[in-house]
Structures are given as structure tokens and as C-alpha cells.
């Protein structure tokens, strides 16, 4: 990645910086108001104040789930994963009320669809090859990276075009497998080497974690993206209402 360029007097408002690399960045005498910062933040200073343990602080408070799923304790692992799945059912039931919702898409963010799209990935890749070892191609709806060799492969079928209840069918398989398998864990089987599979396939970077790390990065995204959803299904209502 090429280094970062140094504005001076620039009239950056409205700038949009999506997808990019911050790191070390120097914002000094500017004018911030009315910003959003979202992405992953640590380390960050804000006129002489380390606020990134505020904010990590205020988040665990609004959604207690994130301390379990950074728990050791198996026990707390299967309970995250249950709120998580219950807070997905519960999104899935607002969607159904407003039929097309699940298309819509606000600030070049994805749909609902394509969001549950990339968990259904995100279930094959992180939980079924990271955590099991499994060989098996992924379901073809899923939506993985953007980058080559990974956004069309393994099993990947871009060209689909899933309805909703068929990749709620889907994810709520995946939801019940993962339980299931979290039923039997130990601390000590969380706590072993990822069995990540030889061979070029998404994710290049998992050898060499442990089964409990792949296992945190499934439930983060499923928290994740579920925070991103329901805000842009917020935004869409909006827009109806106005």
C-alpha cells in the first residue's frame, strides 16, 4: 500500500475514506464535527485523550454479548451465540413486515440480503473449515472478499440470487450446527490449533490460530453485521416515513 498523503490547508468536508489503511494518521488543528468514525479503532487520541477504552467501555455496556464472545468460558461462548442468533431471528421477523426491505441498501453499505450472504461465507470459511478442518466447496449464495482469487471461488456462485427465506433457511442450518457443535466443546479443544486445511482458500491468514480465535472471529461478524443491518434498516424506514 503506498504511503499516506499529507493534506495542508485542504477542505476535506464531506470526505468519505472507506477501506483504508489510518494507521499512524495525524489529523492536527482540524475541524471534526459531525463525523463517523466506524471501523476497527484502537490507540486513538483525541485532543490529548486516549478515548478508545470510552468507547470499548460504552459499547460492552449497550451489548453485554461482547464480553461473552471475548470470553475462555465455553459456557459463555454458547450463550453468545444464542443471543446473537435470537437478536437475527428477531430481525428477520421486522424484515418480513416490510416485503422488498431486504433489498434496500443505504450509503453504498450492503443490503440486508447480501449481509446474510457474507455470514452464510463467514459460517463456511471461519467456522466450518477454520474450527472442523472441513474440504467441502461453500454454499454457493455466500459473499466473500472482493479480491481475486477469493470472490469467485470455491464453491462461490456470484450470479445467484437467493430469496430471503431461502438464505434464512440457510443461515438458520449454519446457526444450528454451530450450537450443536459449541454443546460438546471443551476448553481444551477451543484452546487447540485451528485444523485449517492445506490449500489456497479463504482465510490465507487462520493457520496457526487457535480453534477459539476462528470461533471469536464467527461470532464478532455475526454481531457485527447484524449492528450494521439493523442501522441501515433504521435508515430506510427513515427515508419511508419522511
Known amino acids: 500500500m503506498r504511503s499516506m498523503t499529507r493534506y495542508v490547508d485542504e477542505d476535506l468536508h464531506g470526505a468519505e475514506f472507506r477501506e483504508c489503511d489510518l494507521t499512524g494518521a495525524r489529523l492536527i488543528g482540524v475541524v471534526l464535527q459531525d463525523a463517523v468514525i466506524d471501523g476497527l479503532v484502537t490507540n486513538l487520541v483525541v485532543n490529548g485523550v486516549e478515548v478508545s477504552a470510552y468507547v470499548e467501555a460504552e459499547l460492552d455496556r449497550r451489548h453485554p454479548v461482547r464480553v461473552l464472545i471475548r470470553s475462555e468460558d465455553p459456557a459463555d461462548l454458547r450463550e453468545a451465540a444464542r443471543r446473537l442468533h435470537a437478536g437475527w431471528a428477531a430481525t428477520f421477523e421486522r424484515i418480513r413486515r416490510t416485503p422488498g426491505i431486504e433489498r434496500r441498501s443505504v450509503n453504498d453499505e450492503w443490503s440486508a440480503v447480501q449481509t446474510l450472504r457474507h455470514l452464510v461465507f463467514v459460517h463456511d470459511s471461519w467456522f466450518r473449515r477454520c474450527c472442523l478442518g472441513s474440504t467441502e466447496l461453500f454454499t454457493p449464495m455466500g459473499i466473500g472478499p472482493t479480491v481475486e ?23 438458520a442450518a449454519q446457526a444450528a450446527e454451530l450450537e450443536a457443535w459449541l454443546d460438546e466443546a471443551t476448553a481444551a479443544q477451543l484452546a487447540a490449533v485451528a485444523p485449517v486445511p492445506d490449500g489456497d482458500v479463504w482465510p490465507p491468514y487462520a493457520r496457526g490460530r487457535s480453534v477459539r480465535q476462528c470461533l471469536r472471529t464467527v461470532l ?10 439493523v442501522r441501515d434498516l433504521d435508515l430506510v424506514e427513515a427515508q419511508n416515513a419522511g
Open 149 to 171: 482469487p477469493y470472490r469467485e471461488a470455491h464453491g462461490l456462485d456470484l450470479s445467484l440470487d437467493p430469496a430471503l427465506d431461502e438464505i434464512v433457511g440457510v443461515r
Open 220 to 229: 464478532n461478524e455475526t454481531f457485527e453485521h447484524h449492528g450494521f443491518c
